[in-house]
């Protein structure tokens, strides 16, 4: 039973621009929420992270939105380039992290 | 945030056999995990290596399977036993240091025929 539902399982994006992927959750215990970036053949990189009693966080091109009363957090990746082409996991933490199904995000030039 | 290394990179198997993966961090590091993804899948944590005491493992996981060791704070192996194809994965080390942040290896690449 997945504790992080995330969609859409693969986007195509042009060059330039907004990549969306959106995550929920059920578990009011989850404090932290991080996003991770997996190229193929390496391990996941931590990307940005949010704590609940924030509503958004910026860092560079990408963005965390969080919605506590829907239990939503979405990340919003702006300008897209081809080198953000990956596979995203949002993942939601209690006493472990527990992650979504992945987005790949192909970003065509 | 700490350099984590894995070995082997990668490694093919047969069935029936035993692999020992090596996570070695060059901090020492408060928490360190270990995780399975099968292949084109997300990420499962099998267990949390705890140092001087046993693992921690997650439910449909044990330790007659997955034998794990944490001598120190910077080391940690975990051992697939009797694999089976089934057991071909990518099985992931990661660290965190107090806070919430948890950062991976590189992974280790098994396959078992």
């Known amino acids: 039973q997945q504790q992080v539902k995330q969609s859409p399982q693969s986007l195509i994006v042009q060059k330039g621009g907004i990549s969306i992927i959106n995550c929920a959750y059920e578990n009011t215990a989850f404090d932290y929420f991080p996003w991770y970036q997996q190229f193929p053949g390496k391990g996941p990189a931590l990307l940005i992270a949010?704590?609940?009693?924030?509503s958004e966080k910026k860092e560079g091109r990408f963005t965390i939105s969080f919605n506590k009363s829907a239990k939503q957090f979405s990340l919003h990746i702006m300008d897209s380039q081809p080198g953000d082409s990956a596979t995203y996991f949002c993942?939601?933490?209690?006493?472990?992290?527990?992650f979504g199904a992945g987005t790949t995000v192909t970003v065509r030039a | 945030s700490a350099v984590i290394s894995q070995k082997p990179s990668r490694d093919i198997c047969q069935r029936g056999t035993s692999l020992t993966i090596q996570c070695q961090v060059d901090?020492?590091?408060?928490?360190m995990f270990w995780y399975r993804q099968q292949p084109g899948q997300s990420l499962t944590l099998i267990a949390t290596?705890?140092?001087?005491?046993?693992?921690?493992?997650e439910s449909g996981f044990v330790i007659d399977k997955f034998p794990i060791s944490r001598p120190n704070l910077t080391f940690s192996t975990l051992t697939v036993s009797n694999m089976s194809p089934e057991d071909s994965s990518i099985y992931l080390c990661?660290?965190?240091?107090?806070?919430?942040?948890?950062?991976f290896g590189p992974g280790t690449r098994l396959t078992v025929t």
């Open positions: 949010i704590r609940p009693d924030v």
């Open positions: 990661s660290v965190a240091d107090g806070s919430y942040e948890q950062y």
């Open positions: 901090s020492q590091v408060t928490m």
């Open positions: 993942a939601a933490q209690d006493y472990k992290l527990s």
């Open positions: 290596a705890n140092q001087g005491s046993e693992a921690t493992y």
